[in-house]
């Protein structure tokens, strides 16, 4: 007995001074270099992921930390936090862990976490990244004293299991009556059942860009949180291609994660609002072009925003405005192509748009970016580097004609 | 628009849907004019009015083209001439309200 209870003893002590050690190689991002701290979209976690690991590569003054708790919670942390002089108010700062990217000898991005300054009310962010306009988390309020400005574009997307049959696409009309109604008289066939539609939550960009594009608000939408407690989109994948009855199931992504998972999932084509045909975001069911997304047929996106404090004349924090510069490629950082980067996290670049929107889910108005990209976003996302038949490469503008510029390796029409 | 008229015009237009081949209520078939479902890319031709019933689904004016070739409005842009793969559906859509979209409860 005293052996056992001496070994069991011996045991607690190795576990707890085991414990204690790995808490201690847990850093707080304050004692990171040069903290930047960046919350909101977990659809942006790749493109953080990526600009976080190339300062670390640079061994730059910078260390950029990101939590994704949704679109709206990083707003809302920014914009009930004006002044970051003083302590964290209430809404404002984050709280728990963050991750920060380095990169090891081998090239290879490492996942690093450290934790945010709970006993002091928690870490002030100095920049919102939201799949959504500030405004939209406000429900219109002004955001006077902040900036809100646009990165890539990205979808968002109706999805059903593979093994779903006879659905192809959702109009925007019926989409109202599956999100919006779950009583039994505003039924959409075969999607019956509000417990087989798959959603997010009120503070997800994922579902307030699509509210926007069905007309049902965000906070009132019917069916399953499926991206609670974190779960996010993984949680809705798991849901729609976990379901006992595929031909009943919907569920709500982003392209982003959609197109990384079609293995399992079946994309709707949407049709919105006067509308005459229904599109996929790309130009067919199997492409990954975008196509549709691009040039205005498919109407449900909106773009990556990166919102932080006004000082008047420009950002507030020099940090938050590097950031912000290099996601938007206007300040380069080795390591980091922002088009490159945009493409790689499955967003669109903007320099690949030809429509932009300056409201949630507004009207669309025509865009010729200063540099366009299309050409090279196609040859980035297409089997086999394909583009279409009028991208034609180059070296210089002496190879192109009719006023195009050679950008990225194409003549680009401006 | 009155009610009345409202009511005609959806009337006449669920039965020019029905009678369409390709429009079945509770499928997604392709029109019968051109645009193709899922077999490659092929330019949207639907100079039928396909989606037919009782919504406010942008159902074009007689003398609209099937598409605008050099979009520039919101209406355009969406309804533009495309090579991408169009879809077309007719659906069936409960407890409308003189053709209108019912209050969210």
């Known amino acids: 007995m005293k052996l056992r209870s001496s070994v069991a003893c011996a045991a607690l002590a190795v576990s707890l001074s085991l414990s204690t050690e790995a808490r201690a190689d847990v850093p707080t991002c304050a004692s990171l270099t040069n903290p930047v701290v960046v919350a909101g979209s977990s659809a942006a976690k790749g493109l953080m992921k990526t600009l976080s690991a190339a300062y670390s590569k640079q061994g730059t003054v910078t260390t950029l930390i990101y939590q994704g708790p949704g679109s709206c919670a990083g707003v809302n942390a920014v914009l009930s936090d004006p002044d970051t002089s003083v302590a964290c108010p209430t809404g404002g700062c984050v709280k728990g862990t963050g991750l920060y990217y380095t990169v090891d000898g081998s090239n290879a991005v490492i996942e690093n976490s450290c934790t945010f300054d709970d006993a002091n009310g928690g870490t002030h962010v100095d920049v919102a990244v939201s799949d959504v306009f500030g405004t939209n988390c406000t429900d219109g309020a002004p955001i006077d004293g902040f900036l809100d400005e646009q990165g890539p574009a990205e979808a968002m997307v109706l999805t059903v299991p593979k093994a779903a049959t006879g659905q192809q696409a959702i109009v925007a009309e019926e989409s109202y009556f599956v999100f919006g109604f779950d009583d039994s008289t505003h039924q959409i066939s075969p999607w019956t059942d509000a417990n087989f539609r798959f959603r997010r939550d009120v503070n997800s960009g994922t579902q307030r860009i699509m509210a926007a594009a069905i007309g049902v608000p965000a906070g009132k939408w019917k069916g399953i949180n499926a991206g609670a407690n974190g779960a996010g989109s993984g949680g809705v994948l798991a849901s729609v291609t976990g379901s006992s009855s595929p031909d009943k199931t919907i569920g709500l992504l982003g392209s982003d994660f959609y197109d990384q998972h079609r293995d399992a999932l079946t994309q709707l084509a949407f049709r919105g609002f006067k509308q005459k045909h229904a599109y996929y975001t790309d130009s067919t069911a199997t492409a990954f072009d975008k196509r549709n997304v691009r040039d205005g047929h498919y109407l449900p996106f909106g773009y990556v925003h990166l919102i932080a404090r006004d000082a008047g004349g420009g950002h507030a924090s020099a940090k938050a405005a590097q950031v912000i510069a290099n996601v938007k490629g206007t300040e380069a950082v080795t390591g980091f192509d922002a088009v490159d980067a945009a493409i790689s996290s499955h967003f669109v670049p903007k320099c690949a748009m030809k429509v932009q929107r300056s409201v949630e889910g507004g009207n669309l108005s025509a865009y010729t970016d200063a540099a366009p990209c299309g050409c090279y976003f196609e040859s980035k996302v297409n089997q086999g580097g394909a583009v279409p038949a009028s991208c034609h490469t180059c070296t210089d503008n002496a190879g192109c004609t009719n006023g195009q510029t050679c950008d990225r390796g194409f003549c680009e029409s401006h | ?105």
């Open chain 2, 1 to 105: 628009m009155k009610t009345t008229h409202k009511l005609l015009l959806a009337v006449a237009l669920g039965f020019l849907a029905t009678s369409l081949p390709a429009c079945d209520a509770t499928s997604d078939t392709p029109a019968d004019s051109g645009v193709v479902a899922d077999a490659g890319a092929h330019p949207v031709d639907g100079g039928l009015p396909v989606d037919g019933g009782p919504h406010d689904a942008g159902i074009p004016d007689a003398g609209e083209p099937s598409c605008f070739t050099n979009p520039t409005s919101h209406y355009e842009l969406i309804n533009g001439c495309t090579d991408s793969v169009a879809i077309d559906k007719t659906p069936v859509l409960p407890g409308l309200i003189d053709g209108g979209l019912p209050p969210l409860p």
